[in-house]
């Protein structure tokens, strides 16, 4: 299954504040980042990406149609995921995040879930005992993985760090 | 196959060629053969036991993020990766103007006649009596300290008014610390109710109380070569008799002769090329090793391993998760093209004053100089790389010094302002010993018991530990003071603190 990127368009922040924005000092905790998809045609989104910017908690509403009878509606797939565990300090504050999405045969519609914890259960087999010779042939899917970068040219131990034999040098370089 | 999986398996093949042609990798791989004929393993479900394994255990780090670039991973944060470039910018210019101020090259090849004397001498090159009043360190770590001082995260405000959090030292950037419960927790084989040595084995406690059995376990250890248990087992402390085999078993380091060529190799590097960096070390430990009471003896080991070092190109493997980058040159004519590229020195690394001090006290456990290199190497790709760059990293040198005055100022805070009222910030006096992991300052006894902990917990986490509970030993003194140099006499001489009763009582005994 290939993935692509979906080209989407990410619209500036907008500030939510209660009272006027000009008179009122307080600094607003809760920004609004809105993306649409130009694309007309339907597509499942697996995976969003992004670099954090000192955002501590993060929510994700989707804007879903169904079918051409009933009106589109929002949705709150994510509710204040966290991304930095203390937010007064650095952790967490310029990291690179993805939200997979989880399915569950159960909905008809999939839903959003936070970056996979340890705690997840596996799904559950439904079919009983997997087919011996397809998990023997992934088996040796890796195993052959391995053996490539082994038998592959190994980078050299001792290493050289002269070109031809000569390392005059005169001045460090600045770039 | 999905993405997350070819990730991982690209990442299994990675660690695989990594450990290749190591001890551990022959070991693992018996292990793995050994397993795989017991009946509870199920080979339809391994795939996915391991990988759930993984993530559980939290022994290996979660994957890095695929979009993540290479210099996320050397250092996350863009300030900190931006204030090394400055720092490194300064190093380079300070080291070219010595160059052309001393017309003195970076490098040459040494004439034959050069190489033989020195290949000659190569035992004893502490004789030597060299003019080199003309050169001068490149750096000194308080002009290191300035720029800590000086780093600022751009998307942090402070605010104008004081309160409880503000923080009144030194270091202004937000980074995560432990606090005491959190200290008690991971060093939690510290407590009192925990036998060390450095306490318990001291002239008045019976050996059958502890130490003998102590022994015992670490020479079964030894025998089963169990690195995993070793470094478990060290965190009380090692045993004199058993401390060299240990640390050697905890870093991976068995001396096979393909070790003893490839530091032969490095020898032969040095006969070959001269590096103005070498004369730098001469100096550096000419002027202060060879005057230390507990380090003079081993000057010429001193020489030998730190000019080997220098071109050790393995080292280069490090920069991957260093915020720091190895210095770049060109062979003279040859300027901008990137085929006659090189990095100077070879292993990347402009030592700072007194790097000698990360070296020496492995003198007193390695008698063979390759054993000896081999040590010291995997200690500063490990541990002491994280002294001298600026980085976000728990143990590294900015998280250490936030951590000694969050400490001070949360637990002592009676003392802390008042130092701080005097013109005496702490940091300043306890720098010098956390960049030196204590190097020089504490008794060798001492220092290889701190040491030993380091090695335990896989953390420098408790340099800035002891640099606080020194503190709040000579707190009494410290407090009638009235001025910095007074504060540095009362704290000048370390050499007779005991370093295990100091980290308890601090972490264990002190009411909080």
Known sequence: MSRVSVPCHVKGTVALQVGDVRTSHGRPGVLVIDVTFPSVAPFELQEITFKNYYTAFLSIRVRQHTSMHTPAKWVTCLRDYCLMPDPHSEEGAQEYVSLFKHQS???????????PGPCEQPVPLLEGLPDPSRVSSEVQQMWALTEMIRASHTSARIGRFDVDGCYDLNLLSYT | MLQEESDISLIIAQIVQKLKGSNLYAQLERQAWASLQRPEIKLESLKEDIKEFFKISGLFPLPSHPAAPPEHLKEPLVYMRKAQGSWEKRILKSLNSMCTELSIPLARKRPVGEQKELL?????????????????????????????????????????????RTHLGLIQVPLKVKDIPELKECFVELGLNTGQLGIDDSTQVPPELFENEHVRIGQKVLAE???????????????????????????????????????????????QHDLLVDSLIYKDVKLTASNDDYYFVFEDYLYQVLLCFSRDTSVLNHFAYNSASPPKSYIRGKLGLEEYAVFYPPNGKILSINFFLSVAPLCFLYHEPSKLYQIFREMYVRFFFRLHSISSHPSGIVSLCLLFETLLQTYLPQLFYHLREIGAQPLRISFKWMVRAFSGYLATDQLLLLWDRILGYNSLEILAVLAAAVFAFRAVNLMEVTSLAAAEAVLADLSTLKVMPLLQIFLFATVT
Do not use: C
């Open chain 1, 105 to 115: 045969p159960s909905m008809t519609f999939p839903k959003w879930l936070s970056h």
């Open chain 2, 120 to 164: 000659n001498k190569w035992n004893e090159m502490g004789t030597d009596e060299p003019d080199l009043s003309l050169f001068r360190p490149v750096y000194a770590p308080k002009d290191f300290l300035e720029v800590l001082i000086n780093l600022r995260n751009p998307n942090y405000e402070n605010g104008d008014s004081l309160s409880f």
């Open chain 2, 225 to 271: 070569q169990d690195s995993a248990a070793a470094q478990q087992y060290i965190r009380q402390g090692s045993p004199t008799a058993l401390r060299a085999e240990l640390w050697a078993l905890i870093l991976n380091i068995s001396s096979q002769p393909e070790d003893i060529l490839y530091y032969e190799q490095l020898k032969t590097n040095v006969i």
